[in-house]
């Protein structure tokens, strides 16, 4: 009988990547990195700012909303999409031990590099100032728009250029369950895919021929619910690769075993039907809006929270059941036998540290979620502590971990300055619980997110001026100090890497995978199907949001274009 014990704990041998792919997928995991050192210096200045440390409408020519801008799409959109792409590539080839399509691998990477490129520009020129939701009534130049369809175009074709391999890897093992991993980053391309259509439709259909002035005004409900439609499926978009590494790799990493294959893709799969009919929870504070709707978004999203509860169970007990075998005694003996500090093992650093992260990220985002209590917090620094704490927490950090890993695969050249890296994701956890909570103390006493403060509250100069507010937001300075010195030590493990000699053979695929600790009978089971659930997510997205769209369309007014730092719109509209 087939087990799901075979299924997720067969030992395979290394893949040799074809040398194309192997190209291709170095550009992709490097490019975004060295991205990022744009993105994290326009970080740390949007806290320099909001220390009150800058008091300026800009820092070296560089506007406040136009960093923000950068910040925001380079770190949540540019980095997340390629490194999900990247990793995406790698778990097929060795878990399917199949190669890429070579022309299809290389139209993604393509259309992800030149789209990025495209985006960039306007971006660097100030012609794009309208952060990483691209809120309308805030307008871009048309190339922004342009540039980020094709970033999300080119996702598409990679998985696309997955399916069929995994069809063919069905046909050669009939009655098997998919490898988990693979499973994994199918459930999170899935998500990806459904939820970017509604994005797509906003881009082509609203923001592009309103940006071109084609037309002169635009439905904000409308356009702000196609985006969180997208928007929210989009974090689990950047957590299941997180998630992947946690099932998969983490207990082996740690030397046990996954506690239960079962519940680690019962809760992928639950992620399919829940992550995506949410959005309205972004949206309590909108009018137009029924409250009965919005309570039904409510709801659904303390249903996606169930599979992180499940994760942090299974999680939990795998790394307890790799304690023991360390030798732990005792309620807690085992955490201490953890290899917290083997510099031969940094995954584990770098996982256990985002998922510490995540205990607090995730409860903030219950908070967040709670439909009355989020009127306290919406739009305060509370969101913007809770994101770092998810995005900025195990999602950032098993990116970095996973690409010095892929590098190190893909050059075959070890990862050098060991001590240093394993320092990182320590770091990291100071910093970011630092930052994040003088954000969010400072959220609650109602200090709002997306403000240049250094012109207004923190200026003593200004009539604006709050002196309760200094402490927090001074702490929060402190920490994206901290944060930023743990990228500058990333960086140079990253170039002292990639600069070094290879010593290995390049491009060999080799993924450390746990076995399932129980014998779990998949037969005739649920979670060994794919379309029952697919079937369940449809009907759920047209149910939440079937109403609340039809709500959005008839909004009486369209609204024109307006820049971010002037509330008179930027062209006036024919009456
Ligand atoms: Fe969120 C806003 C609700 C998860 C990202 N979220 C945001 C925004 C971002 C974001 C970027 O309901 C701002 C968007 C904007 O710009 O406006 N969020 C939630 C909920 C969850 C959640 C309920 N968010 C995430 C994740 C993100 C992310 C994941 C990125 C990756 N969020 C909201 C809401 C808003 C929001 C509202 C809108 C607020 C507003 O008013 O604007 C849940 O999915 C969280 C569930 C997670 C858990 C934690 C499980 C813990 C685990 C770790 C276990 C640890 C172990 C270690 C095993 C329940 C898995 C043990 C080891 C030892 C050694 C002991």
Wanted: glycine content about 10%.
């Amino acid at each position: 009988m087939a087990t799901l014990k075979e299924a997720s704990g067969t030992a395979l041998p290394p893949f040799a990547v074809p040398r194309l792919s192997r190209i291709l997928m170095t550009i992709e995991v490097v490019l975004p990195l060295v991205l990022l050192i744009l993105g994290i210096y326009h970080g740390f200045m949007q806290a320099l700012y909001r220390a009150g440390i800058i008091q300026s409408a800009d820092f070296l020519g560089v506007g406040y909303y136009q960093g923000l801008t950068l910040h925001g799409v380079v770190n949540a959109v540019v980095l997340t999409t390629f490194f999900g792409v990247a990793f995406g590539n790698a778990i097929m080839q060795y878990y399917l031990q199949r190669p890429l399509i070579s022309w299809v691998h290389g139209l993604s990477t393509g259309l992800m590099g030149v789209g990025t490129l495209i985006a960039a520009l306007p971006m660097l020129l100030g012609a794009a100032d309208v952060l990483y939701t691209f809120y309308p009534p805030l307008k871009a130049h048309p190339a922004f728009y342009i540039g980020a369809a094709m970033l999300v175009v080119g996702s598409w074709v990679a998985f696309f250029g997955w399916l069929p391999l995994i069809t063919a890897w069905r046909k050669a093992n009939p009655g098997q369950a998919l490898p988990l991993a693979v499973l994994g980053m199918l459930v999170t391309f899935l998500i990806w895919f459904i939820c970017t259509i509604p994005l797509a439709i906003e881009v082509l259909f609203m923001l592009i021929p309103w940006s071109l002035g084609w037309v002169d005004t635009i439905n904000i409900p409308l356009a702000r619910t196609l985006f969180w439609f997208f928007g929210h499926p989009l974090v689990y978009f950047w957590l299941l690769p997180a998630y992947v590494v946690y099932y998969v790799m983490l207990p082996k990493v740690a030397g046990g075993k996954l506690y239960s294959d079962k519940a680690a893709r019962l809760a992928f799969l639950l992620f399919l039907i829940f992550s995506i009919p949410v959005g309205l929870h972004h949206q309590y504070t909108e009018p137009g809006f029924d409250r009965f709707w919005k309570a039904v978004h409510a709801l659904l999203t303390f249903a996606v929270a169930i599979p992180s509860f499940m994760t942090a169970f299974t999680v939990a007990a795998s790394l307890e059941y790799a304690g023991v075998r360390r030798g732990g005694k005792g309620l807690f003996g085992w955490m201490w036998r953890l290899p917290w500090f083997d510099a031969d093992r940094p995954l584990f650093a770098y996982s256990i540290a985002g998922l510490l992260i995540f205990i607090y990220g995730g409860l903030t985002g219950i908070v967040n979620a709670s439909y009355n209590i989020n009127q306290t917090i919406h739009n305060t620094g509370f969101i913007s502590g809770h994101f770092h704490m998810t995005v900025g927490g195990p999602v950032f950090l098993i990116i970095l971990g996973m690409s010095l890993e892929l590098i190190r695969q893909l050059t075959g050249k070890p990862i050098r300055l060991k001590g240093w890296n394993i320092a990182v994701p320590y770091l990291w956890i100071l910093g970011l619980m630092v930052f994040s909570t003088a954000m969010m103390y400072g959220g609650l006493m109602g200090q709002p997110r997306r403000t240049n403060m250094g012109l207004s509250y923190l200026d003593p100069s200004s009539p604006h001026f709050r002196a309760d507010w200094v402490p927090t937001a001074f702490l929060t300075g402190i920490g994206a100090t901290i944060l930023t010195m743990a990228f500058v030590i990333y960086l140079a493990v990253l170039f002292s890497t990639l600069l070094g000699k290879a010593e290995t053979s390049a491009g060999v695929l080799s993924f450390p995978t746990a076995e399932s600790l129980h014998e779990e009978a998949l037969e005739t089971d649920l979670v060994a199907r794919l379309r029952p659930w697919l079937v369940v997510a449809v009907i759920l997205i047209i149910v939440s949001y079937w109403v609340p769209l039809r709500q959005a369309l008839s909004t009486p007014q369209g609204a024109p274009p307006y820049n971010p730092d002037n509330p008179v719109p930027v062209v006036k509209v024919k009456n």
